[in-house]
């Protein structure tokens, strides 16, 4: 970074987590990278701190956020973690599956935390950072993706200054994320049945998927514009005009290349860091090429449909 930023960046050390433990403690915000993107921390547990949230991303107040845990256990002093919750964290946490479960009414959360609902989406991160920070605070952390909301999300500390500088206090820089789309969703139902609210990198089994959410928004993600560039998206682009910044895949090369190997994983983790490159690029259009709707490519999909959908 080049030190001219009015948000401090700084490395994601032993130094720099603590103090990122004392500016969240303190009521502060701060971006820090998990495995899937960087998210905007602050303490779940106040209404005031999870308030700063909405504000430094513009965020509309209906649409949820997602509290971030140490581990199962800590999950159960502010959610119902039943037989099949309990199951799914066995095997996914840490990881990037978020869990939409009903919460505890003694739960010490920020109401906002919730956007009203009586449900409340819950992940344990398995980025050794986000890891770390959760180890050194005694509070959950609510932490969305650090970026403007709607627009794209952050995988870099760069990407996240670009988006919030002044906005918040602090980035810990931990480098490019890996996974590179957020986390799968899934919503524990009355009957134990799961439904699949987002794809992501943990693929549920096919019986999870393509029921339709309940009314409303029930957890991040579902807005039907989102991760936005700012400028008119294509898909599914095998030729493309002069004008156009073209994401490529594959044998179809383009501007920036998702992966030329076609590998799916590649891409996911590509995926965000081509969009804001055709973001800043000068052609004003961006067009994709085509991604098989296999595996993980069915959440970069999900992604990119809703880039390409115009905001109301």
Not at 13 to 32: M, P, Q, W
Not at 137 to 162: C, D, K, Q, Y
Not at 217 to 235: D, F, M, N, T
């Amino acid at each position: 970074m080049s030190g001219k930023n009015v948000t401090e960046v700084v490395l994601a050390d032993a130094d720099g987590i603590a103090r990122a433990a004392a500016i969240l403690e303190s009521g502060g915000l701060v971006a820090v990278p998990t495995e899937t993107v960087y998210g905007l921390a602050a303490r779940a547990d106040s209404a005031d701190t999870v308030a700063k949230i909405y504000a430094a991303k513009g965020r509309p107040d209906f649409n949820p956020l997602i509290v971030h845990v140490r581990d199962a256990e800590h999950a159960s002093t502010f959610a119902v973690m039943d037989t099949k919750a309990r199951e799914l964290a066995d095997q996914y946490w840490p990881g990037p599956l978020t869990l939409v479960v009903p919460r505890l009414s003694s739960a010490v959360l920020a109401p906002a935390v919730t956007a009203g609902l009586s449900t409340l989406a819950i992940r344990a991160p398995s980025h050794p950072v986000m890891q770390a920070l959760l180890a050194a605070v005694p509070f959950p952390l609510a932490a969305p993706s650090a970026n403007r909301s709607g627009f794209i999300s952050p995988t870099t500390a760069e990407h996240v200054v670009r988006s919030l500088d002044g906005r918040i206090d602090l980035v810990l820089d931990g480098g490019a994320t890996t996974a590179g789309v957020e986390s799968t969703i899934a919503a524990i139902r009355e009957d134990g049945s799961v439904e699949e609210l987002r794809p992501g990198p943990i693929e549920l089994d096919s019986r999870a998927r393509g029921s339709s959410p309940g009314e409303g928004i029930e957890a991040p993600g579902q807005l039907a514009s989102h991760y936005a560039p700012g400028k008119p998206v294509r898909l599914d682009a095998q030729i493309v005009a002069p004008d156009e910044f073209w994401i490529g895949f594959g044998g179809l090369s383009g501007d920036c290349n998702l992966s030329p190997s076609g590998d799916l994983t590649e891409a996911a983790a590509r995926l965000y860091d081509c969009l804001h490159l055709g973001a800043a690029s000068e052609k004003p259009r961006i067009a994709v090429a085509p991604v098989p709707e296999v595996g993980i490519g069915r959440a970069i999909n999900d992604r990119l449909r809703r880039a390409a959908t115009p905001a109301d």
